[in-house]
């Protein structure tokens, strides 16, 4: 008998084991709470670096970048479609004003000195009432207005460009020729302007430039949103993410941190030797994962083509053609559902390293996530959603049989049986009604290793909370991994899970060409009987998605590469966007792709 254990308490190492069996044989399912101070050697394992905790609450679209101008709204000011088309009635009016006094409001460029960030750091020790107006302080900057206020021969304008936001302070009698009337009728909040002038810090302490000479640089035509509210419209944020940019500046600072993980991933991998090369992404046949493709048609060859659902079978090519350290950061593409942590396109790194094994790619998972843990946040600790999270993987594989303190435990027991009464009894005792889901998901399995993996990721997947290691899967799910060296029926693989996500998937590479074969054209067995079953009429009734409505066929030339020869090698996966999510606590991964794919507007 094996038992699988599932701790909500904090633990050094937690392990799980989810016994092997195959498909000819079954097993019946217990599942019971108890106590436990001990367990018996596993076979699915789980290593975590800290304590796991409560499944997080329901997330929430981040706030609007706060201020204290800022008031909360559960909804923007609504502008109405007519009050939006007066506005830019009105200001295209302004457009043909200054061209007829000879202002063109496109321009071609600016001349620049300074940022504003710059100006704030080269005069945070100026004095409130001083200006600095020497040759050497006048200063010419440019950005887009996003706030104004006008007393009779004084404007102050906030003008904020990809740096921060500075104060232009704008007099008559410093704007001569008619500039200052020009400024105040035809410059509008939402312009990119360009100024030049001198320094000076406000009796209130406001940094400013004060205003000798400017110029409309870009006429904006539509109106931006309130300046209390911002944009809260969730889906127009997505839609027009330019314009929440604008509204939000705290968005925009998620796609900057997001430029700085990724370069940091690429520092640490080439770090260490890793050569970034690039694969097709129109493919012949989809593989390297079991997902739904993009089918396209190329004209010319008269063919079908996919966009690939993965970049491992190529990779894998490489190291049979003689490079030993490889990685692809890449768009990948799946066709199928919409979620928080779904997107039909999202991006992710693929590595490959000749002779080493699985635990190579732990490492090297540790050091990605820890040092783009450091380059965002300088410290080791993330706040996700409330959770406080601790990204130190502290704790090896050493110790594995040392759990002396007691744990609330849940216990998975194992006997012997046929596989559709394990799954009848798994439904029965999870509890899951006629109408779920996860009842048509375990119906669906195949084999014991697929069921093990669906209890897996229904019960334990969501508690894993905590940087967490699971090990070593079942055969029948891992297909491209290499057989467990100690333990049948299981492989050497980890996925690493944190909040409750998988974040990487590594294996010790399968190298064996026969093996592989047969286990490829097994996985293509059960997908036509998965996808047989789907296209009855019961079946549709049930379980009214297309998941399984597609195609699967061998990559027959990647099979070809494996006979020639390919050294023993470990890989993994890390998805480039989840990460994104764990360090800016983001909520959905659509708050991490600049133009997410949404349902077409109504």
Known sequence: MEALKVSSQPFRNLFINLASSSSKSATPIATTISRASSYSRSLLTIRSSSSSSSSP??????????????????????????????????????????????????????????????????????????ESNTESDCVSIAGRIVARRAFGKLAFLTLRDDSGTIQLYCEKERLVNGQFERLKTLVDIGDILGASGSIKRTEKGE??????SFSVLTKSLLPLPDKYHGLTDVDKRYRQRYVDMIANPDVADVFRNRAKIVSEIRKTVESVGFIEVETPVLQGAAGGAEARP???????????????????????????GGFEKVYEMGRIFRNEGLSTRHNPEF???????????????????????????????????????????????????????????????????????LLENIKNITIKTLNIGPDKQEKYSIEACPSFGHLLNEVFEVMVEPKLIQPTFVLDYPIEISPLAKPHRSHAGLTERFELFICGRELAN?????????????????????????????????????????????????DEDFLTALEYGMPPASGMGLGIDRLVMLLTNSASIRDVIAFPVLKVQQ
């Open 506 to 554: 590594a294996f010790s590479e399968l190298t064996d060409p026969l093996d592989q074969r047969g286990r490829l054209e097994e996985q293509v067995r059960q997908h036509n009987e998965k996808r047989a079953a789907a296209a009855s009429e019961t079946e549709r009734r049930k379980n009214d998605n297309e998941d399984e409505e597609y195609e699967v066929t061998l």
């Open 207 to 212: 940094l400013s430039v004060c205003v000798n």
């Open 294 to 320: 993009f089918i396209t048609h190329h004209n010319s060859l008269e063919r079908d083509l996919y966009l690939r659902i993965a970049t491992e079978l190529h990779l894998k090519r490489m190291l049979v």
């Open 57 to 130: 609450s329901t997330t929430a679209i981040p706030k609007p970048a706060g201020g204290r101008n800022r008031r909360s709204s559960s909804s923007a000011t609504p502008t109405s479609t007519s009050d939006r088309e007066a506005v830019r009635a009105i200001r295209l009016q302004k457009v043909e004003e200054l061209r007829s006094k000879g202002f063109e409001p496109y321009a071609y460029k600016w001349d620049r000195t300074h940022s504003a960030h710059q100006l704030q750091d080269i005069y945070r020790n100026l004095s409130n009432g001083e």
């Open 347 to 417: 991006t992710t790194i693929e590595m490959y390293e000749a002779y080493s094994d699985y635990q190579s790619m732990m490492n090297m998972a540790e050091e990605i996530v820890t040092r783009c843990t450091l380059a965002v946040h300088g410290k080791l600790s993330v706040e996700y959603q409330v959770i406080i999270l601790c990204v130190c993987f502290l704790y090896h594989l050493d110790l594995v049989f040392n759990l002396h303190r007691e744990e609330v435990m849940l216990e998975f027991y194992i006997y012997i049986i």
